[in-house]
């Protein structure tokens, strides 16, 4: 439809990102919920304290939510890595994710090499979301 | 002078009155039966709760619509005085710089207001390792350092034992002297030690201050009844 004016290629990322943060949502806001609410206890402290804005966020929130933030990008990495719904329209010969080459792989019936790029995809994804879990952790302390 | 001008205070259904004037440098027992609305009293006077109406002035100038923070007092909630994630020296820092920008000036004032109330040496310590009575020091130590002529007491120290609780109001006695210090408290005798006068609030009406000896000595009846007497 809009063919004619844009190339889809040119918005591939921010389609793919727009979309992989949308699917993680449900989930970050679930991780999130139980920090979040236990920070609502002490808005009449900061109130109190003239603690507001920027402050407030970087000595209060921030550091108080940031292991739930880093488990749920940690969730949101490893998500975004299986995606197999996006990708699939914008992604040519060249350019195929980890997910796109194992169905593929799996399409061509070759099934040793499928089964070598899922574990890569496994691992992988494992990897990042140790990343950010441990970045979050170690910010929270 | 704190003076509550025709005020009416409203929360869901309850609704409380009060009209009167305090001088500065008075320390306040308020009491009454819980329910009667002394937190609503207090909440009016720190921001969190807007005046149907009247109006709430503080040495002549009107405080009605300031926000908390902008307001001339502390307030010492029953608990979660302090953010367990920052040290002692942050908590207390706190009320020098909202942003916790300190000078070297100010980190030496912090050390100097912790050593007065207790806490020297436990400047690095989180919330969570100090016992109930240094949390409360902490605490005290921020609102010291803020420096704000009106000190609320919402029962900060009701979770403590009598004794340290007699200790933790006497250090707060000598500390903040000079201060209007309004107390909530349960307890007549912990008015009686900490007070000069009392507001009894009970019945949807906050009472005009009186001395505290005479008013726990021949108590009106809401009084009575509440005391048991």
């Not at chain 2, 000078?103 to 030496?108: I, K, L």
Request: proline share 7%.
């Amino acid at each position: 439809m809009l063919r004619p004016f844009v190339r889809p290629a040119d918005f591939a990322l921010p389609v793919t990102v727009m979309v992989n943060a949308l699917l993680a949502l449900p989930f970050a806001v679930r991780v999130l919920l139980p920090g979040a609410q236990a920070l609502a206890g002490q808005d009449r402290l900061c109130a109190t304290l003239g603690l507001q804005g920027w402050d407030r966020a970087r000595l209060v929130t921030l550091p108080r939510l940031a292991r739930p933030l880093g488990f749920a990008a940690g969730i949101a990495a490893a998500l975004a890595m299986g995606d197999l719904g996006v990708i699939a329209l914008f992604a040519d010969e060249g350019g195929a994710t980890l997910p796109l080459a194992v169905s593929r792989l799996m399409g061509a019936y070759r099934m040793e090499a499928a089964a070598g790029a899922a574990l890569l995809l496994v691992a992988l994804s494992f990897a990042l979301f140790a990343v950010f879990d441990g970045v979050g952790r170690r910010a929270g302390t | 002078m704190l003076e509550l001008d025709r005020l009416t205070l409203a929360r869901g259904a309850f609704s409380l009155t009060a009209d009167w004037s305090l001088p500065a440098g008075t320390r306040v027992a308020v009491i009454g039966p819980s329910g009667g609305g002394k937190s609503t009293l207090l909440d009016a006077l720190a921001g969190f709760l807007a005046p149907l109406s009247g109006r709430i002035r503080w040495q002549g100038q009107d405080i009605t619509t300031l926000p908390p923070g902008g307001r001339p007092l502390s307030i010492l909630f029953q608990d979660g005085n302090l953010f367990p994630h920052l040290t002692v020296a942050q908590n207390a820092g706190l009320g020098l710089s909202p942003g916790l920008r300190l000078t070297a000036e100010d980190r030496a004032r912090v050390d100097v207001v912790l050593r007065d109330v207790g806490l020297e040496g436990l400047q690095g310590r989180r919330p969570a390792d100090l016992s109930g009575g240094q949390q409360g020091r902490a605490a005290l130590a921020r609102a010291l350092l803020r420096a704000r002529p009106i000190l609320l007491l919402d029962e900060p120290f009701a979770a403590l034992g009598p004794a340290l609780r007699a200790q933790m109001l006497d250090l707060t006695a000598r500390m903040a002297a000079g201060q209007t210090v309004l107390l909530v408290t349960h307890d007549p005798a912990e008015a009686r030690r900490f007070a000069d006068l009392a507001v009894l609030v009970a019945d949807g009406v906050a009472a005009a201050p009186v001395p505290v000896g005479p008013l726990l000595d021949d108590p009106p009846p809401a009084l009575a009844a509440y005391l048991g007497l």
